[in-house]
């Protein structure tokens, strides 16, 4: 058991440095989506689609903007490649500013990022719960050929759905009650963005999200004490997935993360 809580002890450790890393969530201060020429918001340039269709976004810079697109300074017209690009641009503004362009379908977005944000200086830590053991919860995961495509609403996208592949169905029981989970696939891992009866209560309203990965015997762990605070308790600026129908559960579940706390001990977002 002493390991077990060692363990989560460091994680949680890694958790709050990482919060607070010059491309953590605390410091991102702006995400704009770009769909004709304009600037953006705390930086300078002018921004645009592409013109031939490619990835990411067109530049305008003056020679005074001081603005380096992977580490040339930009002068007049430079084509700045997306996230979806095998090279993504690396954006520096010089001081404390950087910047990448985010792509979601044929759309794109300058996301603007402060190592010496608001957030960065106010944080405290992730306020958490202790060490949870009932928490810890074997279910079921049967694998879906092929996959099947679940509906995910985000925070900001005003009720849209957005389509994620789910690789497989989770299941397990509560007090008598079955329960079959939607997670979408995130990297090697499973993704579940889920809420319970602590949400906008003891933890952040939005949700939080766990990560995990079938086992090898058709088993799955969900260890709840893992769960994480989503990228919107950190910044206005990301747009987090919701929880779908069948991962929003009618009981408390008191482990993982709980709020992310100032240095005062007061809550950075109250959403």
Known sequence: MSETIAALATFRQRRDL???QPRGPLALVNTQWVDMSQ?????PGTWAPRGDGGSGLALSAA??????????LAEGDVLVRGSDDESPSIIEFGGSLSANVIASGDSYALRVWDSASEGIESFGTIDAFEFAPQWVIT???HEIPGGKSVG?????DEGVVRDEVVPGEISFSHDGQDYSLAAFKAGRALQLVFSDATSGD??????RFLFLAPNPDGTI???????ILPPCAFSYAFNCPLPPAQNRFPFAIEAGEKNVLTKDGSLLHEI
Request: proline content about 3%.
């Open 63 to 72: 020679p005074g903007d001081h603005i380096t697109v992977d580490g040339v």
């Open 221 to 227: 762990t969900l260890d709840f004490n893992y769960a």
């Open 139 to 141: 279910g079921s995961w």
């Open 39 to 43: 600037t953006i918001w705390g930086v």
């Open 18 to 20: 990482a919060a607070v």
């Open 202 to 207: 003891s933890t952040y309203s939005v949700g």
């Open 152 to 156: 995910f609403e985000h925070l900001k």
